[in-house]
């Protein structure tokens, strides 16, 4: 059974930064390409980042290109997102999703939730 | 980047009826297109993958269809825990696009 459980969400002043983390079981993690996808309040699903299974590849979403950096932990199936000069357009609540292997999701976690006040 | 667009907006149907979501992208994906369910409060669960192959666990009800552009996801019988936010996703090219939603929802 794929769980995911993400950490670390809160409220933060816009400018400052946040790290979010994304722990897995019940998966070989260090085979999975992982994603963070978001979703702001009342509004659909945005995908902001991929990490493939060995870290070698990333791709970011515009909106987040040069402000956010994924990285993951295989020794301890481990994913974070480390968020700098957040936005309150940041705010959303923050899914860790694992890839199907065809840049699919098959398995969400339950999100975190980050607030940006301004 | 491609614009997944979702109608209609809201689908208002009652138990036992057939919902047709459709899923139009602004440049043909080709069959890399994915269908998942949201209901209030829970992440999205996954129902079908490459157009047409339904996720693990999916009910025979859910089927979709397409190519290219235009795609269509189907509830042929519409069970009461059907009623929800449906997304469609591409990954045909990154970044990878979420649609803006169906909701549908009891009338």
């Known amino acids: 059974q794929v769980h995911l459980v993400e950490s670390g969400g809160g409220v933060v002043q816009a400018g400052r930064s946040l790290r979010l983390s994304c722990a897995a079981s019940g998966l070989i993690f260090s085979a999975a390409g992982m994603h963070w996808v978001r979703q702001a309040p009342g509004r659909g699903l945005e995908w902001v980042v991929f990490?493939?299974?060995?870290?070698?590849?990333?791709y970011y979403a515009d909106s987040v290109k040069g402000r956010f950096t994924i990285s993951r932990d295989n020794s301890k199936n481990t994913l974070s997102l480390q968020m700098d000069s957040l936005r309150a357009e940041d705010t959303a609540l923050y899914y860790c999703?694992?890839?199907?292997?065809?840049?699919?999701?098959?398995?969400w976690g339950q999100g975190t939730l980050v607030t940006v006040s301004s | 980047e491609i614009v997944l667009t979702q109608s209609p907006a809201t689908l208002s149907l009652s138990p036992g009826e057939r919902a047709t979501l459709s899923c139009r992208a602004s440049?043909?994906?080709?069959?890399?297109l994915a269908w998942y369910q949201q209901k209030p409060g829970q992440a999205p669960r996954p129902l079908i993958y490459?157009?047409?192959s339904r996720a693990t666990g999916i009910p025979a009800r859910f089927s979709g269809s397409g190519s290219g552009t235009d795609f269509t996801l189907t509830i042929s019988s519409l069970e009461p825990e059907d009623f929800a936010i449906y997304y469609c996703q591409q990954r045909s090219i990154w970044p990878l696009t979420f649609g803006g939603g169906t909701k549908v929802e009891i009338k």
């Open positions: 990490i493939s299974n060995s870290g070698s590849d990333i």
């Open positions: 440049q043909s994906v080709g069959s890399y």
């Open positions: 999703a694992k890839d199907k292997g065809v840049r699919f999701i098959d398995y």
């Open positions: 490459d157009a047409s």
